[in-house]
């Protein structure tokens, strides 16, 4: 069956570190995304890729940078981690670029300290 | 994309159909009305969509009204199970940019014995 998944499922990193976390789709979808979520915010979108090499920002996307080198794969790096980026975070992706059935990872819970 | 307002949160019995209602006022014609559920610790999910009338499946039933400014989602005899946050989206499924698949802070529904 396809799947979409993400790894780690957890980490702890420390301040300034680049961190990068990894996000793998079956589904062979050209559209995935990255969110984080946060006690009171919901699910805010970070960046987002329609297809191979295309990236582009989303609500809040200071501080994290995205490559789409194949269709598999959206890794989200945080360039210097800082406690505001401690979160949830969740990958998705979707056959569709509007309001369509899209699968979302498990997710990985970041602790910056 | 169309705003959309929804109670922040919902209390059931076991046993009982629950009404989550959606306002979007500003909703588009080539709009679609979507809701997705998101258990605890898990990704959302895609419960069901619809543009008019009725749509039923084996979660949920989505009822539209005539001017479609507003959305009843309706489960049908929630369990404990369907303690949930659930998410109104509006928006062209067909078209736009992934800032359409952007989620709120739901509707938080705690079902209890």
């Known amino acids: 069956d396809a799947e979409i998944t993400q790894s780690p499922r957890h980490k702890i990193t420390e301040t300034g570190r680049q961190v990068t976390l990894a996000c793998h789709q079956t589904?062979?979808?050209?559209?995935m995304f990255w969110y984080r979520q946060d006690l009171g915010h919901g699910l805010r979108l970070i960046h987002y890729?329609?297809?191979?090499?295309?990236?582009n920002k989303g609500e809040v996307s200071d501080g994290y940078s995205v490559s789409r080198s194949n269709t598999e794969d959206l890794p989200l790096t945080l360039e210097s981690a800082a406690s505001s980026q401690t979160s949830v975070y969740f990958c998705?992706?979707?056959?569709?670029?509007?309001?369509?059935?899209?699968?979302f990872g498990q997710g990985t819970r970041l602790t910056v300290v | 994309l169309a705003k959309t307002t929804q109670p922040i949160s919902m209390d059931s019995y076991e046993g009982q159909e629950v009404n989550i209602t959606c306002s979007h006022n500003?909703?588009?014609?080539?709009?679609?009305i979507t809701w997705y559920q998101q258990f605890p610790s898990q990704g959302p999910r895609f419960i069901i969509q619809?543009?008019?009338t009725k749509v039923t499946n084996e979660v949920a039933s989505l009822f539209i009204p005539a001017d479609r400014k507003s959305s009843t989602l309706s489960l049908p005899r929630v369990s404990l199970s369907d303690t949930a946050v659930y998410y109104c989206?509006?928006?062209?499924?067909?078209?736009?940019?992934?800032?359409?698949?952007?989620f709120g802070t739901g509707t938080r529904l705690q079902v209890t014995l």
């Open positions: 998705a992706s979707s056959a569709g670029q509007g309001i369509v059935e899209a699968f």
């Open positions: 589904w062979n979808h050209n559209n």
């Open positions: 890729s329609y297809g191979v090499q295309d990236t």
């Open positions: 500003n909703i588009a014609t080539n709009d679609y």
């Open positions: 619809g543009y008019k």
């Open positions: 989206l509006v928006g062209d499924k067909n078209t736009g940019t992934a800032s359409k698949l952007t």
